[in-house]
């Protein structure tokens, strides 16, 4: 496996776990009363599903892109 790849992986996995504790931080009752009355979550749920999506995005670009 090369260094790319490698790093690939790692940025996937990362971003599967930021996502999960995202989702998991959106189910607390602070998360489901700003929900309701503001229509949105917190900044730390916010930061955990964006971070955790561009993390596994990059990831999965890099185990897809080949160098030539």
């Known amino acids: ?10 940025l996937l996995v ?3 776990i930021l996502l999960y504790f995202g989702y998991e931080s959106s189910q ?7 929900e309701a009355l503001t229509g ?3 900044e730390g749920t ?6 955790g999506g561009v ?3 990059v990831g999965l670009v890099m185990l897809v892109a080949r160098k030539k």
């Not at 496996?1 to 790692?10: D, T």
């Open 40 to 42: 949105e979550y917190t």
């Open 55 to 57: 993390s596994a995005v």
């Open 14 to 16: 990362l971003g599967l």
């Open 28 to 34: 607390g009752l602070d998360d489901q009363v700003s």
């Open 46 to 51: 916010m930061f955990y599903w964006i971070a």
């Open 1 to 10: 496996m090369k260094g790319q790849q490698l790093i690939g992986v790692a």
